[in-house]
Structures are given as C-alpha cells and as structure tokens.
C-alpha cells in the first residue's frame, strides 16, 4: 500500500517568513514527486515537480527531494496571504497514477 | 497552463440515479485520469485512461463506475447506481505524454447524491 504522508497543520507563519513544509512516502521506486496547491472549494494547481535528489527553484519556491529518506518538502520564501491553502504532496511510481497526502494547511499571517 | 474543462460544476441527484460527468480534455492530451476528493479527505486516484482503454483502476472503481470516450474528444465518467457516499469532488485530470509529465486538473464537479 503506498502512502504519502503530511502533517494535516495548521501551519502558521507571519508575512514574509519561510514556510516549510513536509512529507514522507512509503513505495522506494517512487520516481516523480509533486506539490500542488489546493484553495477550499477549489481544485488541485501544480506549484512544483521534482524528479532528482536535490534542490530545484522556481521563484519564491524551492522543492527539495532525498529518495533515500524518502522525503520531498516544500519551501516558500517571502509568504504571502494569497500562499494562505493547503498544499498537497503527490507521488508517482512510474505508473499511471498519483498518490496524494492529506495536505498541509498554510495560513500565512498578515 | 492548459485548461482543462468539466461539467457540470455542481450535480444533485438522489440515490440509485445514474450520473454522468464530463471532461473536455485539451486537444494533444493523451492521458486521462479521475480522481475523487470526499469533502475533507484526500485526493484519490480512481482510473486511467489511455488510447480509448482502462490503463489501471483503483479499488474504489467498482462494477458501479464506466469511463469512455463517446464522441473522440470529451471523456466521461459514468456512475450506474449512486450511493450517499458517492458524494465528493471529482476531478478530471490529463498529461500530454508517459512517465514524468505532470497531471493538470480541471476544476472538478461536486456530486452530492441526497
């Protein structure tokens, strides 16, 4: 059974702090790692994707990846209110389909 | 990014009815997928769908549940006998190649059967 796990949060971060956010996945051969970001009511958005251990940047955000800790996390720097959502851990396995966490609730603090 | 689009935004029907959910896919997609989120749940992976044939089904895709391609370009779901706990968003999703491309989402239906 593949699980992707995340803290459920709330996080909560003041206005132009670092949010840092966290999850775990269970299958070793998982080969593609996703974040998405989910506003309420709304539907899953890709933020980033990473397939490489390593760091990978797009603007306010870094994506970091260690396959052998099984860990994928998300930084935003500079957070702002619009960041306020929950953010989704995806992973897939070389299979058609994407396994998701729970997500991590954001709330960034004016 | 491609937009993919479904309808209907908002569906209500009573138990037992059939429902119908449909996805516009973008044109030089190849990959189709639904997934389901139960209010306050996490997203899961129902099947996929490629070169008009299931590629993978989860558990949750019972005898209850089709997919098809009708018409050569919208893609459905169809769920023959809905339950209470049918209700969620359901999302359609679509990736223009294999392996590392990623899934984008349209903006999903709410079912809520009554």
């Known amino acids: 059974q593949k699980e992707v796990e995340q803290n459920s949060g709330p996080l909560s971060v003041p206005e132009g702090a670092i949010a840092s956010l966290n999850c775990t996945y269970s299958?070793?051969?998982?080969?593609?790692f996703f974040w998405y970001r989910q506003y309420s009511g709304k539907s899953p958005e890709l933020i980033m994707s990473?397939?490489?251990?390593g760091d990978k940047e797009d603007g306010r955000f870094t994506a970091q990846l260690n396959k052998a800790s099984q860990y994928v996390s998300l930084l935003i720097r500079d957070s702002q209110p619009s960041d306020s959502a929950t953010y989704l851990c995806?992973?897939?396995?070389?299979?058609?389909?994407?396994?998701f966490g729970k997500g991590t609730k954001l709330s960034v603090i004016p | 990014e491609p937009e993919v689009t479904q309808t209907p935004s908002h569906q209500v029907t009573q138990m037992g009815q059939e429902v119908i959910l449909r996805c516009v896919p973008i044109?030089?997609?190849?990959?189709f997928y639904w997934y389901r989120q139960i209010l306050g749940q996490k997203v899961e992976f129902l099947v996929s769908?490629?070169?008009?044939?299931?590629?993978?089904k989860s558990e949750i895709f019972d005898d209850q549940f089709s997919v098809e391609r009708p018409d050569g370009s919208n893609f459905t779901l169809k769920i023959r006998s809905t339950k209470l706990e049918d209700s969620a968003m359901y999302f359609c999703?679509?990736?223009?190649?294999?392996?590392?491309?990623?899934?984008?989402f349209g903006p999903g239906t709410r079912l809520t059967v009554l």
């Open positions: 995806a992973v897939g396995a070389g299979s058609y389909q994407l396994t």
């Open positions: 990473i397939y490489s251990n």
């Open positions: 769908f490629y070169n008009n044939e299931i590629s993978e």
């Open positions: 299958d070793r051969v998982s080969q593609s």
């Open positions: 044109s030089n997609h190849l990959y």
């Open positions: 999703a679509e990736q223009q190649g294999a392996g590392t491309d990623t899934q984008y």
